[in-house]
């Protein structure tokens, strides 16, 4: 079954305390993407990757790290989390060239930070 | 910058029709999407349409493109509460090739 996961679902964790939430797909999509959604905002791209080794800035990426050592996993990592990244995350896989109509989003891990 | 706009709420009865609207600035967005999102889950994708069609018709969803006027609706048919959700529309900037999202519809369904 083609799908994304997202590991964990849910995190609470402190200030500062460094985290990874995992993201793996399984179509053998170039391009992932990692999103933010807050209310009344819709879904922001934090960062994106086209391949392996190319990852790019979305547009609030600050605070943010991702990497993309293999095609099937895109991992998003804070380094010193905050309160204002409490949120609800989201990766997706995109295919089928330029229309996209390849898409899967994960189930989302929503974070908390204290 | 590039921006994409709904209106946040609607309510319907079953039965009836749902009209999402979505507007959107970049008149170069070469495909646009509709996406439902469910309590609990991550968007799916339901259905899209390419800039250079006017409509696009799939069992009881019909969306309509209105490029003049950079509007884009979502008619939902024979209204079910299984379909109370939040929906998403979203373009691909022409600029930038990035999906751009509006902020969702709420879509409540009252038996």
């Known amino acids: 079954e083609a799908q994304v996961t997202q590991n964990p679902r849910y995190l609470i964790t402190v200030t500062g305390k460094k985290l990874t939430v995992t993201c793996s797909q399984n179509m053998n999509h170039e391009y992932m993407s990692w999103y933010r959604q807050d209310p009344g905002l819709g879904l922001r791209q934090i960062y994106y990757s086209m391949n392996v080794e190319v990852t790019d800035k979305g547009d609030v990426p600050e605070g943010y790290k991702v990497s993309r050592k293999e095609k099937r996993n895109f991992p998003l990592i804070l380094e010193s989390p905050s309160p204002n990244q409490t949120s609800l995350y989201f990766c997706?896989?995109?295919?089928?060239?330029?229309?996209?109509?390849?898409?899967?989003f994960g189930p989302g891990t929503r974070l908390t930070v204290l | 910058g590039e921006d994409v706009e709904q209106s946040l709420f609607l309510s319907v009865r079953e039965g009836d029709s749902s009209v999402i609207n979505c507007t959107y600035t970049?008149?170069?967005?070469?495909?646009l999407y509709w996406y439902k999102q469910e309590p609990g889950a991550g968007l799916q994708l339901l259905t899209y349409i390419f800039s250079n069609m006017d409509m696009k018709q799939d069992q009881r969803l019909t969306v309509l493109l209105n490029k003049k006027d950079k509007h884009l609706s979502l008619r939902i048919a024979d209204t079910q509460t299984g379909d109370s959700a939040i929906y998403f529309c979203a373009v691909i900037s022409g600029n930038t090739g990035k999906l751009i999202f509006g902020q969702g519809t709420t879509l409540q369904v009252k038996p």
């Open positions: 997706a896989s995109f295919g089928a060239g330029l229309s996209y109509n390849e898409q899967f």
């Open positions: 970049d008149s170069s967005s070469t495909y």
